[in-house]
């Protein structure tokens, strides 16, 4: 192994591949390594490969190797992988028979669909990174709805003489808002085609609840005076945002999880996929 030194040791820190290890930075000649990226001085490299016309230079032997032995590999421009093939076939793991192009859900059951053809590239995983996003914003505003309703259940906690209760059903609106309607916004649509195509299911469930409790605290803290006597208590018509907002939040937790092993699951697929010989030779 060899070390290109240069005048100072704090830049362009860093190790390819190969093993090389970088201590400093090059001249302002300096090329790049088509193997590794890593910067070299063509004056100073020991390590040369010409092909179709133009020299090329390495910051090691291993690079330089690996280089000779498929061009082609190292001088194509790296397009950017597409998220799916057009007119890809999708299925629901549970429910074979469901059956569509393009991405979505299962009308069954509410699962991911995935690609019938397993192809060995990466393929962005979207819903993972928007359930990522809802659970994380969504989460942010369910917690102080969940500390206000609850805490004001202790009195020892003095959060009713701190926030009034009817400012609190307000607050407790304001916040549990968009958790309900965008975080949990992909769960009522499930429920909604769980309806549609007669197959009740857990996202049935979800829909239900969620907007009952939903639906219910907000007439309670708009219009609380439609509700009679007996339904308040200590000063308000009692609201259940925290319910609806955490129900959503909880729900979200499971769904990443899920997601997450799944990919995981993908993942190790395909790599084995990538360990299959990507040319044969034909020996006559």
């Known amino acids: 192994m060899s070390e290109h030194r240069h005048s100072d040791p704090r830049d362009n820190a860093g190790a390819c591949g190969c093993g090389h290890t970088a201590l400093s930075p090059v001249s302002a000649t300096a090329v790049t390594d088509p193997v590794c990226g890593m910067k070299v001085d063509p004056a100073t490299s020991k390590h040369r490969f ?43 793991p549970m429910h074979p028979e469901v059956r569509q192009v393009g991405q979505g859900s299962c009308p069954k059951c509410g699962m991911a669909l995935e690609p019938v053809e397993i192809s060995a590239e990466a393929t962005p995983n979207h819903e993972l990174a928007d359930m990522t996003r809802r659970l994380w914003i969504g989460a942010v505003l369910a917690a102080p709805v969940f500390i206000l309703e609850m805490g004001g259940h202790f009195p020892a906690l003095g959060l009713n003489q701190l926030v009034p209760m009817q400012i609190s059903n307000w607050i407790q609106f304001v916040l549990a808002t968009p ?75 499971g769904q990443l999880l899920e997601l997450k092993a799944r990919s995981q699951t993908s993942a190790a697929i395909k790599s084995l996929l990538g360990l299959s010989p990507k040319t044969a030779r034909r020996v006559k």
Not at 206 to 217: H, K, Q, V
């Open 50 to 92: 010409d092909h179709q016309g133009t020299r090329y230079h390495f910051c090691s032997a291993g690079c330089r190797t690996k280089f000779a032995a498929d061009p082609a590999k190292y001088l194509a421009p790296k397009a950017a992988t597409p998220a799916a093939k057009p007119g890809a076939i999708y299925t629901c």
């Open 179 to 253: 958790v309900v309607l965008w975080a949990g916004w992909p769960f009522f649509e499930r429920g909604v085609q769980s309806v549609v195509h007669r197959s009740p299911n857990m996202w049935t469930l979800i829909g239900l609840g969620t907007s009952a409790a939903f639906i219910y605290s907000v007439v309670a803290t708009v219009a609380p005076g439609v509700f009679p006597a007996s339904f308040v208590s200590m000063g308000r018509v009692s609201v259940y945002f925290e319910a609806a907002a955490v129900i959503i939040s909880l729900t979200l937790m």
